[in-house]
């Protein structure tokens, strides 16, 4: 079985730059505690949130256990992504997995090391707020499944020129 070089690099690039920009965030540049903010753009600051739960905030992890269930549920997950990265044979799906990949292990590293995920990107406009605060990771796992429901809908594989031996047998069913 060939080795999915390239999903598993774009897993590696996304996780470590997603703990990149979280140390970033939360170390120098010091936004580190609930209700820290710094305006980047008129329509994008970043805003520290502490997220304990999964997707939009649901399934909130609020003791060591439900934490710990949550880190193995996403796990679970992560390798299943993983498995299917490692038949998948086409490029742009291996691409869009590793995406998946790289951003489910860097928001599972920061769930084990500190019970819950750092959220920091806040894109806005003036005082409605169309997003729940997001990271890289969570960035990289949207753009991941996008990829992988836009091919599926949007893309078909051709179907396999027919052998020469069917082709004969159709020849003859027409000529008969």
Same mark, same amino acid.
């Given at each position: 079985?060939?080795?999915?070089?390239? !999903? @598993?690099?774009?897993?590696?690039?996304?996780?470590?730059?997603?703990?990149?920009?979280?140390? @970033? +965030?939360?170390?120098? %540049?010091?936004?580190?505690? %609930?209700?820290?903010?710094?305006?980047?753009?008129?329509?994008?600051?970043?805003?520290?949130?502490?997220?304990?739960?999964?997707?939009?905030?649901?399934?909130?992890?609020?003791?060591?256990?439900?934490?710990?269930?949550?880190?193995?549920?996403?796990?679970?997950?992560?390798?299943?992504?993983?498995?299917? @990265?490692?038949?998948?044979?086409?490029?742009?799906?291996?691409?869009? *997995? !590793?995406?998946?990949?790289? !951003?489910?292990?860097?928001?599972? %590293?920061?769930? +084990?090391?500190?019970?819950?995920?750092?959220?920091?990107?806040?894109?806005? *406009?003036?005082?409605?707020?169309?997003?729940?605060?997001?990271?890289?990771? /969570?960035?990289?796992?949207?753009?991941? +499944?996008?990829?992988? *429901?836009?091919?599926?809908?949007?893309?078909? /594989?051709?179907?396999?020129?027919?052998?020469?031996?069917?082709?004969?047998? +159709?020849?003859?069913?027409?000529?008969?």
């Amino acid at each position: 079985m060939r080795v999915p070089a390239l !999903g @598993l690099s774009v897993a590696v690039v996304l996780f470590v730059a997603d703990q990149l920009v979280k140390w @970033l +965030v939360t170390g120098p %540049l010091g936004i580190a505690a %609930l209700g820290d903010v710094h305006t980047i753009l008129p329509i994008f600051d970043l805003r520290f949130v502490p997220n304990v739960g999964v997707s939009l905030g649901l399934f909130a992890a609020t003791s060591d256990t439900t934490r710990w269930l949550l880190v193995a549920f996403t796990g679970a997950i992560a390798a299943g992504v993983l498995v299917w @990265l490692w038949r998948e044979q086409a490029r742009w799906d291996q691409i869009a *997995l !590793g995406l998946v990949l790289g !951003g489910a292990l860097g928001n599972i %590293l920061d769930r +084990v090391r500190l019970g819950y995920v750092v959220d920091y990107a806040d894109l806005h *406009l003036g005082e409605w707020r169309p997003f729940l605060v997001f990271n890289v990771a /969570d960035a990289a796992i949207t753009i991941g +499944v996008l990829i992988l *429901l836009a091919r599926a809908l949007f893309t078909r /594989d051709k179907p396999a020129a027919p052998a020469k031996a069917d082709a004969a047998a +159709v020849s003859e069913e027409v000529n008969a």
